[in-house]
C-alpha cells in the first residue's frame, strides 16, 4: 500500500486503491472494505460508569480519614458502656456521614458529564455523501464510506472521510476548526505537495470535519474512521488521562499530614495513659476518640463550598468552571497557551486598511471617501458572492474575505446596489481571480475584477491616479508591487480591485464565449484591500496583565508565520527588538523531546502546527515544572486542552469537542475573561490557604486542650478528665469553625494580587512559615482554654477531689466558650499580618462578621436552650463568667497586634510574625 497518499500522482493512488474512474467501487467491493476497515466513525471510549464515578469520590485523602474516623466512631459507640457515650459517638458518626455523602454527591454532579469528547466529535460527522458505486451515482450514509470511494463535493458540504483530489473547480476549504487557518484554503488538484508536508500545506487533499466553503470538488477516499485526521485527534483524547490538579495534589499531601498526625496523637495519648497507669483498653478508647474529634471534619466541606462559590462568581463574569479544582489551577497558572484564530482574534476576516494608487488609508479609523475608495468599494461589492443581512441577528452566508468586502462596504453607507449582474467570470486556483460584467440603469456594462495583486498588476494595462486613468508603465507596476509587498509582510491578505468600461455587444457576445482572456484584458488597476482576522478588543490590555503577573503568554497557531507574528505583534505579546521568537511545524517536527524543552523557555510564536505539535508543546512546557494553560476553539486545539493543567475552551465559536475536552469555557469568547479568571483563581488560594491554616490553627489548639487537660488532670486528681467532650469539639469543627471559614474563602482580594508572580508549582499549603503559625496559634489557644477551665477547677484542686460529672459541666462549659472566643479572634487575624484587627481592615468582609456573629448565636444557643444543654452537656454562664471570657480573649489580641507591629516595623523578627 502507497504511504504519503498526498505525494503520489493521482493515477498511481487509484490503482493501489484498485478503483476505476468512472465507475468506482462495486457495491461488494465497498462491503468487503467495510469489513476490513471499519465503519467510517469515531470509536467511542470506555465511559465510566455512574456508579464508579460516584465511589470515586470517595479516594480523596481528606475524605478517606473522614470514614477512617466513621468506622472507629461507630465501633466505639457499639462497644462503649456508657448511653451519653453512646449518643455523643453516634451523633458524631452520623455528622461524619453527612460531611462524607455531601462531598460525594457534589463531586459526581461535577463529573457526571465531563466525559463526552468523543460523542462531541461524533455529532460533527458528516451524516450523508454522494458517490459512485458500480458506476452510478448515489446518496449513502456517510458511515458506509471506505477508502478507494470517489465522493463528490458542493459548497456548504461538510468532509466526510480524508481524501485526495480528482477534480475541483473554485473549490476552497474551511480548515480553520482543524489547522487554525484563518482563510478557507484553496484546493488544487495539481498542487505539488512533499512527502513531509504538513496538514495545513497538503492543498490537493480535504480532511474529515471540515467544511466546503466554496466551490465543489471531487475526491478519492484515502483514510476512513479512526484513521483520519480526525480520528487521530480523538483517539489521542481517549488515550489521555487528565492529571490531578495542583490543588489536588496539595489537599493529597495536607491529607496525609492530617492522618500521620493524627496517628501519632493516639500514639502519644495512649503512651502518656499506660505510662501514668491506666488501663489500656480506656486509653485505646479515649485516645482514638481524641484524634477522630480532633481531625477537621469540616475541611472538605468548606473546600467544596469555597471552590462552588468560586465557580459561581466567576460564571457571572463569563467564566464556566467544569470541574471544581480548576478554579484554583488556573490561579496557579505560569503560561497561557493560546490559540490565535478566534481566541485572540475574532474569527471574523476584515478589512482594515484601503490602499489606492495615490494613498493608503486606515478603515479602522474616520474615513472619507473619494472617487478611488468609491470605485475599489463597488468593486468588492458587486465581484462578491457572499450575503450579508441587513439585521445583526440574520446569518451571514459565504466566503470569509467576500463577506469582509460586503462588511466594509455596508460600513461606509455603500451596500446597497443599482448595478445588475450580467455574468461571471469564477475564480479558480490558477487565475486566482474573478470577474463580473454588470450594468447600470443607463444600460452602460463594466468589467470589475478582484484577485490576487501580483496578477492583476500584470493583467492591467492602465491604473487611476489623482482621478486620471493613466499608461501602466513598469515603474509604475514596480511602484505598486512595492506598496503591495510593504503591507502583505505585515501579515495582510491583499487583494486587488480592477475595472474598466465595455460596449453592450461586446458582452452580449462573451456570454456564448468560453474565451475570458479579451474581456479581461485591457484593465484599468484601482488599488487593493488589506485584509486580515483583527485582535479582539481588550485582548492587548489582558496580554499585558498577564505579563504584569508573571504569567507567560504564548501563541500557537496553524495559520502562516507572517500572519502570527503580525498579530502578535499588534497585541503586545512580543517586541519587535526580540529575536528568535517564532518558530514553524516542519522545524517542531525534526526537533528532539530534548531540544524542544529548551527551546520553548524563550519562544513566544508558534506557526503552521498541527494538533501533534499542540500536545507535544504542552507536554514539554510541562516538563520544564509550568502550570500550563491552553485556549483553543476548534477540534484541533482538543487534544492540548485535555493534556494542559487548565483547558479553556471559547463557548461561542468553540466546538463542542474543544468545550467537552476543557476545564473552563469563555462564555464570551473574551481572551480578557482569562484575566479576570486569573484574579478569581488566586484569591481563591489565597482564601483558601486562610481558612485551611484558620482550620488546622483551631484544631491544633483543640488538641492542646485535650491533651495538656488530660495529662494535668491524670496527675492532679489521678485520672484522665477530658475538657471537653467528643460532641463539643465536633459542634466546633463543624458548626463555630465551619461558617468563619466559609467566609474567609469570600475575603476580596489583595491589592497586588495581579503584580506578583504565579507561585512555586512545588509549594505545598504547610509551609515552615505556616506550621509556626499553626503552633503559634494551638499554644495560645490551647493555654488560654486551659487557665480557665482549671481556674473553674480551683475547689476541687485545692481539696484534691476529681470534679463529679455534675461538677465538670460548668468548668468545661466555660473552656468551651473560651475556645469558641479565641476561635472567633483567630478569623479575625488570620489575614496577612501587615493588616492589623483594629481600623478598615475589620469591615474588609462582611461575611465573615455575619459569620462570628452566627457562630456565637448558635453557641448561645447550646448555653441557654435546655434540650441543647441536655444534647451538649452544658450550662448558663452568666455576666462575671462573661467579663472573665472577654478579659482573657482581649489579651489574644493585644499579643496578636503586637504581631502585627513587629511584622510591619521589624524586619528582623518579621518570620516570628505571620505565616506569609
Same mark, same amino acid.
Given at each position: 500500500?502507497v504511504?504519503?497518499?498526498?505525494?503520489?500522482?493521482?493515477? !498511481?493512488l487509484?490503482?493501489?486503491?484498485?478503483?476505476?474512474?468512472?465507475?468506482?467501487?462495486?457495491?461488494?467491493?465497498?462491503?468487503?472494505?467495510?469489513?476490513?476497515?471499519?465503519?467510517?466513525?469515531?470509536?467511542?471510549?470506555?465511559?465510566?460508569?455512574?456508579?464508579?464515578?460516584?465511589?470515586?469520590?470517595f479516594?480523596d485523602p481528606?475524605?478517606?480519614?473522614?470514614?477512617?474516623?466513621?468506622? #472507629?466512631s461507630?465501633?466505639?459507640?457499639?462497644?462503649?458502656t456508657?448511653?451519653?457515650?453512646?449518643l455523643?459517638?453516634?451523633?458524631?458518626?452520623?455528622?461524619?456521614s453527612?460531611?462524607?455523602?455531601?462531598n460525594?454527591?457534589?463531586?459526581?454532579?461535577?463529573?457526571?458529564?465531563?466525559?463526552?469528547s468523543i460523542?462531541?466529535?461524533?455529532?460533527?460527522?458528516a451524516?450523508?455523501s454522494?458517490?459512485?458505486?458500480?458506476?452510478k451515482?448515489?446518496?449513502?450514509?456517510? /458511515?458506509?464510506? =471506505?477508502?478507494?470511494?470517489?465522493?463528490?463535493l458542493?459548497?456548504?458540504?461538510k468532509?466526510?472521510?480524508?481524501?485526495?483530489?480528482?477534480?475541483?473547480?473554485?473549490?476552497?476549504?474551511?480548515?480553520?476548526?482543524?489547522?487554525?487557518?484563518?482563510?478557507?484554503?484553496a484546493?488544487?488538484?495539481?498542487?505539488?505537495?512533499?512527502?513531509?508536508?504538513?496538514?495545513?500545506?497538503?492543498?490537493?487533499?480535504v480532511?474529515?470535519?471540515?467544511?466546503?466553503?466554496?466551490?465543489?470538488?471531487?475526491?478519492?477516499?484515502?483514510?476512513?474512521?479512526?484513521?483520519?485526521?480526525?480520528?487521530?485527534?480523538a483517539?489521542g483524547?481517549?488515550?489521555?488521562?487528565?492529571?490531578? !490538579?495542583?490543588?489536588?495534589?496539595r489537599?493529597?499531601?495536607l491529607?496525609k499530614?492530617?492522618?500521620?498526625?493524627?496517628?501519632a496523637?493516639?500514639?502519644?495519648?495512649?503512651?502518656?495513659?499506660?505510662?501514668?497507669?491506666?488501663?489500656?483498653?480506656?486509653?485505646?478508647?479515649?485516645s482514638v476518640?481524641?484524634?477522630?474529634?480532633a481531625?477537621?471534619e469540616?475541611?472538605?466541606?468548606?473546600?467544596?463550598l469555597?471552590?462552588?462559590?468560586?465557580v459561581?462568581k466567576?460564571?457571572?463574569? @463569563?467564566?464556566?468552571?467544569?470541574?471544581?479544582?480548576?478554579?484554583?489551577? &488556573?490561579?496557579?497558572?505560569?503560561?497561557?497557551?493560546?490559540?490565535?484564530?478566534?481566541?485572540? *482574534?475574532?474569527?471574523?476576516?476584515?478589512?482594515r486598511?484601503?490602499?489606492?494608487v495615490?494613498?493608503?488609508?486606515?478603515?479602522?479609523?474616520?474615513?472619507?471617501?473619494?472617487?478611488?475608495?468609491?470605485?475599489?468599494?463597488?468593486?468588492?461589492?458587486?465581484?462578491?458572492n457572499?450575503q450579508?443581512?441587513?439585521?445583526?441577528?440574520?446569518?451571514? =452566508?459565504?466566503?470569509?474575505?467576500?463577506l469582509?468586502l460586503?462588511?466594509?462596504?455596508?460600513?461606509?453607507n455603500?451596500?446597497?446596489?443599482?448595478?445588475?449582474?450580467?455574468?461571471? #467570470?469564477?475564480?479558480?486556483?490558477?487565475?486566482?481571480?474573478?470577474?463580473?460584467?454588470?450594468?447600470?440603469?443607463s444600460?452602460?456594462?463594466?468589467?470589475?475584477?478582484?484577485?490576487a495583486p501580483? =496578477?492583476?498588476i /500584470?493583467?492591467?494595462?492602465h491604473?487611476? *491616479?489623482?482621478g486620471?486613468v493613466?499608461?501602466?508603465?513598469?515603474?509604475a507596476?514596480?511602484?505598486l508591487?512595492?506598496?503591495?509587498?510593504?503591507?502583505?509582510?505585515?501579515?495582510?491578505r491583499?487583494?486587488?480591485?480592477?475595472?474598466?468600461q #465595455?460596449?453592450k455587444?461586446?458582452?452580449?457576445l462573451?456570454?456564448?464565449?468560453e474565451?475570458?482572456?479579451?474581456?479581461?484584458?485591457?484593465?484599468?488597476?484601482?488599488?487593493?484591500?488589506?485584509?486580515?482576522?483583527?485582535?479582539?478588543?481588550?485582548?492587548?490590555?489582558a #496580554?499585558?496583565?498577564?505579563?504584569?503577573?508573571?504569567?507567560?503568554?504564548?501563541?500557537?497557531?496553524?495559520?502562516?508565520?507572517? *500572519?502570527?507574528?503580525?498579530?502578535?505583534?499588534?497585541?503586545?505579546?512580543?517586541?519587535?527588538?526580540?529575536?528568535?521568537?517564532?518558530?514553524?511545524?516542519?522545524?517542531l517536527?525534526?526537533m528532539?523531546d530534548?531540544?524542544?524543552?529548551?527551546?520553548?523557555?524563550?519562544?513566544?510564536?508558534?506557526a503552521r502546527?498541527?494538533?501533534?505539535?499542540?500536545l507535544?508543546l504542552? !507536554?514539554?512546557?510541562?516538563?520544564?515544572?509550568?502550570i500550563v494553560?491552553?485556549?483553543?476553539?476548534?477540534?484541533n486545539?482538543?487534544?492540548?486542552l485535555?493534556?494542559?493543567?487548565?483547558g479553556?475552551?471559547?463557548?461561542?465559536s468553540?466546538t463542542d469537542v474543544s468545550?467537552?475536552?476543557?476545564?473552563?469555557?469563555?462564555?464570551?469568547d473574551?481572551?480578557? /475573561?482569562?484575566?479576570?479568571?486569573?484574579?478569581?483563581?488566586?484569591?481563591?488560594?489565597?482564601?483558601m490557604?486562610?481558612f485551611?491554616?484558620y482550620?488546622?490553627s483551631? @484544631?491544633?489548639?483543640e488538641?492542646m486542650?485535650?491533651?495538656?487537660?488530660m495529662?494535668?488532670?491524670?496527675?492532679?486528681?489521678?485520672?484522665?478528665i477530658l475538657?471537653?467532650?467528643?460532641?463539643?469539639?465536633? %459542634?466546633?469543627?463543624? =458548626?463555630?469553625?465551619?461558617?468563619?471559614?466559609?467566609?474567609?474563602?469570600?475575603?476580596?482580594?489583595?491589592?497586588?494580587?495581579?503584580?506578583r508572580?504565579?507561585?512555586?508549582?512545588?509549594?505545598?499549603?504547610?509551609?515552615?512559615k505556616?506550621?509556626?503559625?499553626?503552633?503559634?496559634?494551638?499554644?495560645?489557644?490551647?493555654?488560654?482554654?486551659?487557665?480557665?477551665?482549671?481556674?473553674?477547677? %480551683?475547689?476541687?484542686l485545692?481539696?484534691?477531689?476529681?470534679p463529679?460529672?455534675?461538677?465538670?459541666i460548668?468548668?468545661r462549659?466555660?473552656?468551651?466558650?473560651?475556645?469558641i472566643?479565641?476561635?472567633?479572634?483567630?478569623?479575625?487575624?488570620?489575614r496577612?499580618?501587615?493588616?492589623s &484587627?483594629?481600623?478598615?481592615?475589620?469591615?474588609r468582609?462582611?461575611?465573615?462578621?455575619l459569620?462570628?456573629?452566627?457562630?456565637?448565636?448558635?453557641?448561645?444557643?447550646?448555653?441557654?436552650?435546655?434540650?441543647?444543654?441536655?444534647?451538649f452537656?452544658?450550662?448558663?454562664l452568666?455576666?462575671?463568667? %462573661?467579663?472573665?471570657?472577654?478579659f482573657?480573649?482581649?489579651i489574644?489580641?493585644?499579643?496578636?497586634?503586637?504581631? /502585627?507591629?513587629?511584622?510591619?516595623?521589624?524586619?528582623?523578627?518579621?518570620?516570628?510574625?505571620?505565616y %506569609?
Open positions: 500500500m504511504n504519503n497518499r498526498h505525494s503520489v500522482d493521482t493515477r !498511481t487509484m490503482a493501489d486503491l484498485g478503483v476505476k474512474d468512472d465507475f468506482g467501487l462495486s457495491s461488494e467491493e465497498a462491503f468487503r472494505r467495510i469489513g476490513k476497515y471499519g465503519l467510517n466513525e469515531l470509536k467511542k471510549s470506555d465511559s465510566k460508569s455512574p456508579i464508579t464515578l460516584f465511589l470515586e469520590q479516594a481528606l475524605v478517606v480519614i473522614l470514614l477512617v474516623a466513621l468506622v #472507629i461507630i465501633t466505639i459507640g457499639i462497644f462503649s456508657h448511653e451519653d457515650e453512646k455523643e459517638y453516634f451523633i458524631d458518626s452520623a455528622a461524619i453527612v460531611i462524607v455523602l455531601f460525594a454527591f457534589f463531586g459526581f454532579i461535577q463529573e457526571y458529564k465531563a466525559e463526552k460523542e462531541a466529535l461524533k455529532s460533527m460527522a451524516p450523508f454522494t458517490v459512485v458505486r458500480d458506476g451515482k448515489v446518496r449513502i450514509e456517510a /458511515t458506509q464510506l =471506505v477508502p478507494g470511494d470517489i465522493v463528490f458542493e459548497e456548504g458540504d468532509i466526510p472521510a480524508d481524501g485526495r483530489l480528482l477534480q475541483s473547480l473554485a473549490l476552497r476549504i474551511d480548515e480553520s476548526m482543524l489547522t487554525g487557518e484563518s482563510f478557507p484554503v484546493k488544487n488538484v495539481n498542487a505539488n505537495v512533499s512527502k513531509d508536508a504538513q496538514i495545513a500545506e497538503m492543498l490537493n487533499s480532511f474529515s470535519g471540515t467544511n466546503v466553503s466554496r466551490g465543489r470538488g471531487q475526491v478519492i477516499i484515502t483514510q476512513t474512521g479512526m484513521k483520519t485526521e480526525f480520528g487521530k485527534i483517539q483524547l481517549m488515550e489521555d488521562t487528565k492529571e490531578e !490538579t495542583p490543588l489536588q495534589q489537599l493529597g499531601i491529607g499530614y492530617i492522618g500521620v498526625g493524627s496517628l496523637i493516639c500514639a502519644v495519648i495512649f503512651t502518656i495513659g499506660i505510662i501514668l497507669g491506666r488501663e489500656a483498653l480506656e486509653m485505646f478508647i479515649v476518640g481524641l484524634a477522630v474529634a481531625v477537621p469540616g475541611l472538605p466541606a468548606v473546600v467544596t469555597s471552590l462552588a462559590l468560586g459561581q466567576m460564571s457571572k463574569k @463569563n467564566a464556566i468552571i467544569r470541574r471544581l479544582p480548576s478554579v484554583e489551577t &488556573l490561579g496557579s497558572t505560569t503560561v497561557i497557551c493560546s490559540d490565535k484564530t478566534g481566541t485572540l *482574534t475574532m474569527n471574523k476576516m476584515t478589512v486598511k484601503i490602499l489606492t495615490d494613498a493608503e488609508f486606515d478603515v479602522t479609523k474616520k474615513l472619507k471617501l473619494n472617487s478611488a475608495v468609491n470605485e475599489l468599494l463597488v468593486i468588492g461589492r458587486e465581484c462578491n457572499a450579508i443581512g441587513e439585521q445583526r441577528t440574520e446569518k451571514a =452566508v459565504g466566503d470569509p474575505t467576500e469582509a460586503l462588511r466594509v462596504a455596508k460600513r461606509l455603500l451596500a446597497k446596489s443599482s448595478l445588475e449582474r450580467v455574468f461571471e #467570470i469564477p475564480f479558480d486556483s490558477d487565475s486566482k481571480r474573478m470577474s463580473v460584467v454588470v450594468k447600470d440603469s444600460e452602460i456594462y463594466s468589467v470589475l475584477m478582484k484577485g501580483d =496578477v492583476l /500584470t493583467i492591467c494595462t491604473y487611476l *491616479t489623482n486620471k493613466k499608461p501602466l508603465e513598469e515603474s507596476r514596480v511602484m508591487e512595492e506598496q503591495e509587498q510593504k503591507i502583505a509582510t505585515l501579515g495582510y491583499m487583494l486587488g480591485m480592477a475595472s474598466k #465595455i460596449e455587444e461586446q458582452a452580449e462573451h456570454i456564448f464565449s474565451d475570458n482572456e479579451e474581456i479581461e484584458s485591457g484593465m484599468i488597476y484601482i488599488g487593493a484591500v488589506a485584509i486580515m482576522d483583527p485582535p479582539r478588543r481588550g485582548t492587548k490590555e #496580554i499585558a496583565t498577564c505579563k504584569q503577573a508573571g504569567i507567560r503568554p504564548i501563541m500557537i497557531t496553524g495559520d502562516h508565520l507572517k *500572519t502570527a507574528m503580525a498579530v502578535a505583534s499588534e497585541i503586545g505579546l512580543i517586541e519587535e527588538t526580540e529575536s528568535n521568537i517564532a518558530l514553524e511545524g516542519h522545524q517536527s525534526k528532539s530534548s531540544g524542544l524543552s529548551e527551546k520553548v523557555k524563550e519562544v513566544n510564536v508558534f502546527v498541527s494538533p501533534e505539535h499542540k507535544r504542552v !507536554t514539554a512546557l510541562k516538563g520544564n515544572n509550568q494553560a491552553m485556549t483553543g476553539d476548534g477540534v486545539d482538543a487534544p492540548a485535555k493534556r494542559a493543567d487548565i479553556v475552551a471559547m463557548g461561542i468553540g468545550k467537552e475536552a476543557s476545564d473552563m469555557v469563555l462564555a464570551d473574551d481572551f480578557s /475573561t482569562i484575566v479576570s479568571a486569573i484574579l478569581e483563581g488566586r484569591t481563591i488560594y489565597d482564601n490557604r486562610k485551611i491554616l482550620l488546622l483551631c @484544631n491544633a489548639g488538641i486542650v485535650m491533651l495538656l487537660g495529662i494535668l488532670t491524670s496527675i492532679l486528681f489521678q485520672e484522665p475538657p471537653l467532650l467528643a460532641i463539643q469539639i465536633l %459542634w466546633v469543627n463543624l =458548626v463555630t469553625d465551619g461558617l468563619p471559614a466559609l467566609a474567609l474563602g469570600l475575603d476580596p482580594p489583595d491589592a497586588d494580587v495581579m503584580i508572580k504565579p507561585r512555586d508549582p512545588d509549594e505545598q499549603i504547610l509551609t515552615k505556616s506550621i509556626y503559625f499553626i503552633i503559634y496559634s494551638g499554644v495560645m489557644i490551647g493555654i488560654g482554654t486551659l487557665i480557665l477551665f482549671f481556674l473553674y477547677l %480551683w475547689p476541687n485545692v481539696n484534691g477531689v476529681a463529679t460529672p455534675e461538677e465538670i460548668y468548668p462549659t466555660i473552656g468551651f466558650t473560651m475556645l472566643i479565641f476561635q472567633m479572634v483567630m478569623a479575625l487575624n488570620i496577612k499580618e501587615e493588616h &484587627l483594629i481600623g478598615k481592615e475589620f469591615f468582609n462582611p461575611y465573615l462578621l459569620a462570628i456573629s452566627s457562630s456565637i448565636a448558635l453557641h448561645l444557643m447550646i448555653l441557654y436552650l435546655h434540650p441543647l444543654q441536655i444534647i452537656d452544658t450550662t448558663g452568666g455576666l462575671l463568667d %462573661w467579663f472573665v471570657v472577654i482573657v480573649g482581649s489574644l489580641v493585644l499579643i496578636d497586634e503586637i504581631r /502585627t507591629f513587629l511584622a510591619k516595623n521589624v524586619p528582623q523578627l518579621h518570620y516570628l510574625a505571620g %506569609w
